[in-house]
């Protein structure tokens, strides 16, 4: 069982910065592929990036691609999601998520086993 608690959300001026993170509950972090998937009203939830178990590898989708950046920290058992140049169609609620198996460059929400709770992010324009 994972834990998933994420904190960064806010408000923020379009052109703006944000640094979300992921702080998990496992003593086995190593072993989840993480990601961060984002949804806003009426939409459904949206793939956003990807970063393999050790770290050294990633996956972005082409609406963040340049802007967002993944990274985890393996001995702080932390993911984060840096996000830069925020325009008012990032408005969302962000979540990040866990899996032992799950890495690739479009993954499903299903395919991921453990989810935070959501922090939301504002980007006023």
């Known amino acids: 069982q994972v834990q998933l608690v994420e904190s960064g959300g806010g408000l923020v001026q379009a052109g703006g910065s944000l640094r979300l993170s992921c702080a998990a509950s496992?003593?086995?972090?190593?072993?989840?592929?993480m990601g961060w998937f984002r949804q806003a009203p009426g939409k459904e939830r949206e793939f956003l990036a990807a970063v393999s178990w050790s770290g050294g590898s990633t996956y972005y989708a082409d609406s963040v691609k340049g802007r967002f950046t993944i990274s985890r920290d393996n001995a702080k058992n932390m993911v984060s999601l840096q996000m830069n140049s925020l325009k008012p169609e990032d408005t969302a609620i962000y979540y990040c998520?866990?899996?032992?198996?799950?890495?690739?460059?479009?993954?499903?929400?299903?395919?991921?086993?453990?989810w935070g709770q959501g922090t939301q992010v504002t980007v006023a324009s």
């Open positions: 998520a866990a899996d032992r198996e799950v890495f690739g460059p479009a993954p499903k929400p299903n395919d991921y086993d453990y």
């Open positions: 496992t003593g086995t972090f190593r072993s989840y592929a």
